[in-house]
């Protein structure tokens, strides 16, 4: 780093009154403070709106809820499927065996055989019965599990998108920060520039109304809309804070 020679420091501070020096009048330094202050208030409810929108996931519960439910019907499907296929293979053992005693032999009364046919035939009727039932079945688990599948990639690809935006939150958080502390720190080197009774003046204005400056554009205070007689203009123009007989402002003309 260069250290500046005394001549170089006389020269800048020539250019400095040169170049600010004589339009730099007390109403255009509030006018100045008032634009910080606005850019302030800008970037701290920008700061607030994003410091909420951090960890917030109300839709991504909403959807996880969706999916557990989901979920659930899945398995209380799959519990009746394992049901049905039970009640399948149950009725199947029971033809079985009734089949086998059927034409084992070892029954020979012609009455006897005939009920036993009976029972058989009827045990058929119900096991079709059956079978059609868990087929039903396995098709819900099928859709059921087509829709929890794609729940669940959905609310996969809504996690990675909200952890991405979580980011992207914190860096411009951060940023927001760092502008308002730079900005803070330009706000108070300005007002300690500035004569003290004309920013406690500013101060007190601001407190009743904002903004506290307004510009006079073609003899008119821009805030209120009321033409200034010549002599709060000719006041104004002396660069010292004049107020708006109507509004109270500070008038600054630029
Ligand atoms: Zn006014």
Redesign the pocket.
């Known amino acids: 780093m260069s250290t500046l020679t005394s001549s170089q420091l006389i020269l800048c501070g020539l250019r400095y009154r040169i170049g600010n020096g004589d339009k730099m009048t007390v109403a255009r330094q509030l006018y100045q403070l008032q634009e910080i202050d606005l850019e302030i208030e800008s970037e701290e409810k920008s700061l607030s709106q994003k410091t909420s929108q951090l960890g917030e996931r109300q839709t991504l519960d909403n959807a996880q809820v969706r999916l557990t439910s989901e979920q659930q019907h899945l398995d209380e499907l799959r519990r009746q499927q394992h049901d049905a296929e039970w009640e399948v293979d149950d009725m199947l053992s029971k033809i079985a065996s009734a089949e086998e005693k059927l034409y084992g032999g070892k029954i020979t009364n012609p009455k006897e055989l005939s009920s036993l046919q009976h029972e058989v035939s009827m045990m058929k009727g119900k096991s079709d019965e059956l079978e059609n039932r868990a087929l039903e079945i396995i098709d819900l688990v099928e859709a059921a599990e087509k829709s929890v599948a794609g729940a669940t990639g959905e609310l996969q690809k809504m996690e990675a998108e909200w952890q991405r935006q979580q980011r992207q939150l914190s860096e411009e958080i951060e940023q927001l920060k760092s502008r308002l502390a730079e900005l803070r720190q330009k706000r108070q080197q300005l007002s300690e520039e500035i004569d003290s009774p004309a920013v406690k003046l500013y101060e007190k204005i601001r407190q009743q109304k904002k903004p506290p400056v307004?510009r006079v554009e073609q003899g008119i205070?821009h805030?209120?809309r009321?033409s200034l007689s010549a002599s709060e203009l000719q006041r104004a123009r002396g660069g010292q804070p004049v107020q708006?007989g109507?509004?109270g402002?500070i008038l600054f003309i630029p």
Do not use: L
Request: overall charge positive.
């Open positions: 307004a205070c805030i209120c009321i708006c109507s509004c402002r």
